[in-house]
């Protein structure tokens, strides 16, 4: 049985190695989402977005996709419920953390959005010979 620190101690059992899997994905993921958040800063501070950057935003959206998401469903499957069960769902961290998936995933929406207009925007690559 693993204690949370919150609060007040509640206990409530959840598998150790599922909680060192989702920690260790959590410190896994602040490198990459602190990388992208760079490179984001970068395009905003100087309104070009290059082919590199394309090509990071396309690989944060395969990241959001492929490896946040399902470690969402993770934590909403296997976490969430048994800490909803002993603190409940409002005014805890809970709800808050119930949102924030939400919220990731409506931005992530947004952000697959604003990449395929970028990607129309450029020009299409050209041709390295011409047919005679």
């Known amino acids: 049985m693993r204690t949370l620190l919150v609060a007040h101690r509640i206990r409530f059992t959840v598998p150790g190695d599922a909680l060192v899997r989702l ?33 990071l935003l396309d690989e944060a959206v395969r990241f959001f996709e492929e490896e946040l998401f399902p470690h969402f469903e993770r934590e909403e499957a296997f976490l969430l419920p048994p800490l909803e069960a002993k603190v409940g769902l409002y005014g805890s961290l809970v709800n808050v953390v119930a949102y924030e998936h939400a919220e990731v995933r409506r931005e992530v929406g947004k952000i697959k959005e604003g990449l395929a207009a970028l990607k129309a925007r450029r020009p299409a690559p050209h041709a390295s010979s011409r047919p005679a």
């Open 23 to 55: 920690a260790e994905e959590h410190a896994d993921f602040i490198d990459k989402l602190t990388e992208f958040e760079a490179a984001l800063d970068e395009m905003m501070a100087t309104r070009l977005a290059s082919d590199e950057d394309i090509e």
